[in-house]
């Protein structure tokens, strides 16, 4: 009988204890597929950059890098709390608060935005995003054991579609996996730009691939 490994997990995988937590855009049970889209609307704009300080969590040197365990376990933390939120999010960065609250985590994400109307204010949707964030309910508890962040808003702000630095096929590599790049290729939406694979369902000349 084939004896599990303790850590089960591939292409940078961490081992949560009961299931593999994928680095972004990995998928699978044990992160053995790249996804099999990946969005990079947010790339194109507009979206509003925030701050925002976690009280109820310590910051460790090991969060300085991205690829860490302690980095990736707080990322996804505090991803499924913006994402509750109704909003997109992309891999949120962490840095020591500094003092005097040097303790807490000091967060900046970025948050996708829905097209807006041509006389929309980017500025007031920037300021009603950072209303939204701090009238979220919290735990009662602001422990360190609490089920769930304690956080404040601190800033928000607007920025408007950019030209990209690099052409669709370029950014796709950018952003795929790197032993799986060379399998995507860019695919414009009314509304975006995704990377897909010969496996993304609902695309003009996809193959059903069984998962993988």
Request: charge should be positive; charged fraction near 15%.
């Amino acid at each position: 009988t084939l004896v599990s490994p303790t850590d089960p997990c591939l292409n940078g995988g961490l081992w949560m204890g009961t299931a593999c937590l994928c680095p972004p855009n990995m998928d699978g049970p044990r992160c053995e597929f790249g996804a099999t889209t990946i969005n990079l609307t947010a790339e194109l704009g507009p979206f509003v950059m925030m701050m925002a300080r976690v009280t109820n969590r310590d910051f460790s040197e090991d969060m300085r890098d991205t690829s860490s365990p302690g980095h990736r376990r707080f990322a996804e933390e505090f991803s499924r709390t913006v994402r509750a939120l109704g909003w997109d999010v992309l891999t949120p960065k962490t840095r020591p608060c500094p003092p005097p609250s040097r303790g807490s985590v000091v967060v900046n994400y970025r948050v996708q935005l829905r097209p807006l109307p041509g006389n929309a204010s980017l500025e007031h949707r920037a300021l009603e995003l950072l209303a939204v964030a701090n009238a979220a309910s919290q735990p009662h508890n602001c422990s360190a054991s609490a089920d769930g962040l304690c956080f404040t808003a601190t800033s928000a702000r607007a920025t408007r579609a950019a030209t990209l630095a690099l052409n669709a096929t370029e950014l796709c590599r950018r952003h795929a996996p790197a032993n799986f790049s060379r399998f995507y290729f860019p695919y414009r939406t009314a509304n975006g730009l995704l990377c897909i694979t010969n496996c993304t369902l609902n695309v003009p000349g996809s193959f059903d691939c069984h998962g993988g």
